[in-house]
């Protein structure tokens, strides 16, 4: 029994050729949970927005509107999509969206499936899943994102990009400050996240969001993705 943070990356929940939602993915996302849940581990969810946080800060900045609020709406499309976890979870998920890490204290306590997006807004939903690992006491978070493993370089931008099946947390610090950090683009993970690792020891787990059996194989032990060891 493991108490586990799986940061489900907005660019797994949506099909790469449009808007729409992958539901059969979504659907297989929520057949493992339940599965986890009822092999005992605790389990919490931190949702990303995607490209529905993309496409609300692009409308945000063609009508003149400061940063602020694109960063605003895109703490809100993350919380979109953690609603639609939780009610597809059904009795066994908090029924409440968390909106500061006090709601988050507070779910976490009942025992069932917390399920948050973004708390706050200058915050990605990278550092809410170390932020939430860190006060729990999770033995590990699990990064469901859009590549394979962690590369020594953006792998979208560079063919010669080379996986890394290990690494520390100050290795990760490295490659992650050469990205761009804005609403809606954490592409990877950020600096504060990364950094709440490196002082707390999580051991965190990269992977394909595409294929969910690979969080069974992480929590097997099976060598797949990349591993970070605070």
Excluded at 120 to 132: E, H, I, K, N, W
Excluded at 135 to 156: M, R, S
Excluded at 205 to 224: M, Q
């Amino acid at each position: 029994m493991k108490k586990v943070v799986l940061k489900i990356g907005g660019s797994v929940l949506y099909r790469k050729e449009n808007m729409t939602l992958n539901v059969e993915l979504i659907k297989e996302y929520i057949k493992l949970i339940n599965d986890l849940y009822e092999a005992k581990h605790q389990i919490a969810i931190v949702v990303g927005g995607g490209k529905l946080a993309r496409s609300i800060i692009h409308a945000s900045e063609i009508l003149g509107q400061v940063a602020t609020y694109s960063d605003i709406l895109a703490v809100e499309s993350t919380r979109i999509h953690a609603l639609l976890f939780i009610a597809s979870l059904r009795d066994k998920a908090y029924l409440l969206v968390p909106r500061s890490f006090e709601e988050v204290s507070k779910a976490l306590s009942t025992g069932k499936i917390v399920v948050s997006g973004g708390l706050q807004p200058g915050q990605s939903t990278s550092a809410v899943s170390a932020l939430v690992a860190e006060y729990w006491g999770a033995d590990l978070i699990i990064n469901l994102t859009d590549v394979e493993q962690v590369f020594d370089k953006d792998p979208h931008k560079h063919p010669d990009a080379q996986p890394i099946e290990q690494m520390t947390a100050e290795e990760l610090l490295t490659i992650i400050t050469q990205q761009q950090e804005e609403p809606g683009k954490y592409d990877l993970f950020d600096r504060v996240g990364c950094e709440i690792i490196k002082r707390s020891k999580i051991k965190l787990a990269f992977t394909s969001g595409s294929n969910p059996d690979n969080v069974r194989k992480i929590l097997k032990g099976e060598k797949i993705g990349t591993i970070v060891q605070g």
